[in-house]
């Protein structure tokens, strides 16, 4: 039988909650960035300005909910249990925290003093959070493809995370690394390895559960974890491979895979069972189409080499991959996560049902719409500025509000959830 | 056919209720509404205690296992009653919001509590009931319904 089986292990609130928590406000710190440095700074890839952008986003807002998420996810959706899940949280995320400002301080001001001390950091952080979530994901008795997509994030993290470290350690000692490739292969893992392959396995569970669509098809489940993980092996090995057509030729089939998983994610939607339309939906529905527009213009750049040959057009597909996929997605998950969480930790307290707030009490449906349409925006206008560079003060300005909104949001739903607990408690207290 | 697959089925009818309810309070169609939730409640209803009083005892005898999983799972149905019966008051006075709210966080609960049952617990049963006749009399009660 299945005895190590944790069906409700679920960690304190305040587990998933200091990562949710913290994450808005390094969108506010890249919004405000921008806005400071203006349009120059988006001429090509490897101006200071955008290496720290890329991981204001990739560690601030991306890791930490995603870290924060899996926490939560791990337990209830694959019964696994994570050690000391709250000891665990309380090192990692203020390291997690220390770490990512040092080396966005380091590679913004090209300090190889704050790198080289960005690296231990994150290895510690890091390597620490990904042995626990291994252990869990490896011993739980339970099968599925979104447990292996999940296997396959966390050990594509590791690689990100190493490579990243190397990259750092090179970076501030002046080693001579392939730098280029290896920050191509970095980029690859992170993105693709680790970000887009828990995005996947986590919509195997939640597309179907949010929306009431059909599940994800079993050929599709079965065989794009796989393929996207054979895909960056590939692509891994234009460090060993010495023909400059072999990166173009393991990139077409990689595009082509993520927008399989972006139309499919649209079509399931289009046909889903449920009628209502609310903030996760639209969420979704704006990160897929970003990855379709990535996908298209990633395809573009390595066919039309002219096109590609403007350093400001990687620099496109960076924002289409931070702000249009991964921001939207995430938003629209903690938009869903946090009031449930809210309501299940509040109604596990003991009070009648009947007196603890349904979830559309948890974050006001309006304040959730408006701040996407803000963040709608946002993307527009940091997509306009990668090309019209007199727009990229307004648009850093249009990502740090939306940014600071759903700060807001969520810290409302904090403070709710806080007033109806005492309110519940206080309560139990006169029976 | 495994012994649960009726009832892995009847989650499914049970979803196409709830988004047709869902649907009809939403557009202030509350005559439809009224219908389409009475045929939810009592099918969740039908559902539950097919659970409770077939497959979970047919569980905890063949395993011994009774404070597990299925205590879980009971723990969840009574909640959805509660929520259903938010539901059913908002539905009278004709509270579009509070059905709306009650409505989006029945089907998480719903959703996450299919899923361990489908992911996990019905494969369990599966497994340690195999041989006997629970599989027939839930199809039998389902059917009837
Ligand atoms: C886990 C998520 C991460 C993601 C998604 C990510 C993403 C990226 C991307 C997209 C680039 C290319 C930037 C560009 O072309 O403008 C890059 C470069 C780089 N990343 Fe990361 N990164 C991650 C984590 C890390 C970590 C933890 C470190 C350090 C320990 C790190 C250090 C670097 C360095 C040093 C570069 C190259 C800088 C240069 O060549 O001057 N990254 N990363």
Redo the contacts with the bound molecule.
């Keep these: 039988m299945h005895p190590s089986l944790s069906f409700d292990q679920a960690p304190p609130i305040s587990v998933p909650y200091r990562f949710f928590l913290a994450a808005p406000w390094f969108g506010v710190m890249a919004g405000i960035l921008l806005a400071w440095s203006g349009g120059d700074a988006l001429a090509s890839?490897?101006t200071p300005e955008?290496?720290a952008l890329?991981?204001l986003i990739?560690?601030g807002f991306?890791?930490q909910t995603m870290c924060g998420a899996l926490f939560q996810f791990i337990p209830v959706a694959v019964g696994g249990n994570v050690w000391r899940p709250k000891l665990v949280a309380n090192t990692v995320q203020p390291l997690l925290l220390l770490?990512t400002l040092l080396?966005v301080a380091g590679?913004l001001f090209s300090r190889p003093g704050l790198?080289s001390a960005?690296?231990p950091l994150?290895l510690l952080a890091?390597g620490g959070f990904v042995v626990v979530v291994a252990l869990a994901l490896w011993r739980t008795p339970a099968t599925g493809m979104t447990l292996w997509a999940l296997r396959m994030a966390i050990g594509s993290?590791a690689i990100?995370?190493l490579l990243?470290?190397l990259?750092?350690e090179a970076?501030a000692y002046g080693l001579s690394v392939p730098?280029?490739e290896l920050?191509n292969i970095?980029?690859a893992w992170?993105?693709g390895g680790?970000?887009l392959m828990l995005l996947a396995g986590v919509s195997y569970y939640v597309v179907p559960m949010f929306q009431l669509t059909r599940p994800y098809p079993l050929w599709f489940t079965r065989w794009f974890g796989p393929l996207l993980l054979l895909l960056l092996l590939a692509w891994s090995s234009q460090l060993l491979v010495d023909d400059a057509r072999w990166p173009l030729l393991v990139a077409l089939p990689l595009l082509l895979l993520v927008s399989v998983y972006a139309g499919m994610t649209l079509w399931l939607q289009y046909t889903r069972r449920r009628k209502i339309h609310d903030a996760t939906s639209m969420c979704f529905r704006m990160a897929m189409a970003s990855m379709l527009a990535f996908a298209i213009s990633g395809a573009t750049f390595f066919l039309l080499p002219e096109l590609g040959a403007d350093p400001r057009f990687?620099?496109w597909l960076?924002m289409l991959a931070f702000a249009g996929v991964f921001v939207s997605a995430i938003t629209g998950m903690m938009y869903k996560i946090v009031p449930f969480l809210n309501w299940l930790h509040l109604q596990r307290l003991g009070a009648p049902l009947s007196s603890v707030p349904n979830m559309n009490k948890m974050i006001p449906p309006e304040a959730m719409t408006g701040q996407l349409r803000l963040h709608a925006l946002a993307v527009v206008l940091l997509l306009a500025a990668v090309w019209q560079p007199g727009l990229a003060r307004l648009a850093g300005v249009a990502f740090a509000a939306s940014c600071a909104w759903l700060g807001w949001n969520l810290v409302g739903a904090v403070r709710r959830y806080q007033t109806f607990r005492d309110r519940i408690r206080a309560a139990g207290l006169h029976h | 056919m495994s012994i649960t697959a009726p009832l892995f089925q009847h989650h499914k009818h049970c979803d196409e209720l709830f988004a047709a309810a869902e649907e009809a309070c939403a557009d202030g169609n509350w005559a439809a509404g009224e219908g389409a939730f009475a045929l939810l409640v009592d099918q969740l209803e039908t559902h539950f205690t097919s659970e409770e009083q077939l497959l979970f005892p047919a569980f905890e005898a063949a395993t011994g296992m009774t404070s597990g999983p299925t205590e879980i799972m009971r723990g969840e149905h009574r909640q959805m009653r509660d929520l259903l019966a938010q539901m059913q008051a908002a539905l009278a006075s004709r509270d579009s919001d509070a059905f709306g709210g009650g409505a989006e966080t029945l089907l998480i609960l719903m959703q996450q509590h299919n899923m361990k049952e489908e992911n996990i617990l019905y494969p369990m049963c599966d497994n340690a009931l195999g041989a006997s006749d629970v599989g027939a009399l839930l199809a039998e009660r389902l059917k009837a319904s």
Excluded: E, Y
């Design positions: 890839r490897w955008v290496l890329t991981h990739a560690l991306m890791l770490a080396l590679l790198l960005a690296a994150f890091i993290l990100t995370v990243g470290s990259m750092v970076l730098i280029l920050a970095h980029l992170g993105l680790w970000a990687v620099v960076g």
